[in-house]
């Protein structure tokens, strides 16, 4: 790598695992590239990484509270972590933001954070949206306002067996779809669940992002990430697996251990 920082990204993951290691990974990779990340976690998350597999001089670490007591289980409760994130993060975030904010060029923000559009707004800063499942995956979130329409989502309370095989042929690409295939926040019988209502909004709010990046590939999911971006005017790419990008670099293990998950 050379000498010249080229650009300085703030990267800002949902505090899981599942969350936090794809970014680290697309951290090391924007690393190789000459720029330099702040990697911004919250400090239950922090006080639990892996210090070996994270070291170098293009990195720094901030971290900032999520608003929970140190014996809560976090994401054993997770509308309980999503709602406490959503009431501190946004002002912790900004103020980390207005220090950095004249090295900063770019924030990526995990995409169910989608608070970050209003403080990227705020300084002038493209904000990429890093949703860290599958295209398929993303597209069951972003398509619920069809599921709604078509009855499939939420499931009828009593019924939730009898319709588990039952096919939801309304995701363009993913006609074969089954309403046991969905993710678990959207198979539930009350529409004001906290989860459900949050992962409806977030997807929606995706659209405010200027890229979204998803952990994939086209040969994996080509017709769905198509779909996508003609959905999103051409803003979605596809990064992945990262895992292997990663794999390629070193032989690290987890960033974060799994009890922070």
Known sequence: MGDVIRAHALLLPFPAQGHINP???LAKILISKGIFVTFLNTDFTQERLNPASIADQYIQ???FPDG???DHVRTLKLPELCESLQNHAPQHVEN???KLRHSLTIIVA???FSFAQKIADKFGLPRVAFWTTSACGFSTYYYMPLLIDHAHIPLKGGDEESCKNEV???IPEMETLRVKDLPSFLTVTDASDYMFQYLLREAQNTHSASLVLLNTFEELEGPVLRDL???FSEKVLSIGPLLLYSAMDDDDDDVVSSSSS
């Open 23 to 25: 970014m680290m990974q």
């Open 61 to 63: 670490f901030q971290s």
């Open 68 to 70: 929970l007591p140190p």
């Open 96 to 98: 980390i933001v207005q």
């Open 110 to 112: 995990d995409g169910v």
């Open 168 to 170: 939801i042929p309304c």
């Open 229 to 231: 971006n003609v959905k």
